[in-house]
């Protein structure tokens, strides 16, 4: 019942930055996790990172420094502030949210994703 809709990819130049957002709605009960990957063609889906419910983050190694992922006070809206871009960057992000329904299921979410295009 919960969408994920992102925003704000694009085409940037290296050394550049980008915000992507992303919006969760529907009837959700409680956010759980929320976060962000990313996947080239032909490679495998991987984590960037992830925000908890308390606020703790966590990141992967190669993009540690330069990304940082924050959300609003609701927490429907999860965001990824990139800095330093760098041409190996370039993929489709998705928005994820592990989300907690009224009847008390868990729901994991993935939006539709946005294209990051890094030039060299």
């Known amino acids: 019942q919960a969408q994920l809709v992102e925003s704000g990819g694009g085409l940037v130049q290296a050394g550049g930055s980008l915000r992507l957002s992303c919006a969760a709605s529907?009837?959700?009960?409680?956010?759980?996790?929320m976060g962000w990957y990313r996947q080239a063609p032909g490679k495998q889906r991987e984590l960037v990172g992830t925000?908890?419910?308390?606020?703790?983050?966590t990141y992967a190694d190669f993009v540690k420094g330069r990304f940082t992922i924050s959300r609003d006070s609701a927490k429907t809206g999860v965001y990824l502030q990139m800095n330093s871009l760098k041409p190996e960057d370039t993929a489709v992000y998705y928005c994820y949210a592990k989300l907690g329904l009224p009847h008390g299921s868990i729901s994991d979410n993935w939006g539709r994703g946005t294209q990051v295009t890094v030039s060299s």
């Open positions: 529907g009837n959700i009960f409680s956010f759980i996790t």
């Open positions: 925000i908890s419910n308390n606020g703790r983050t």
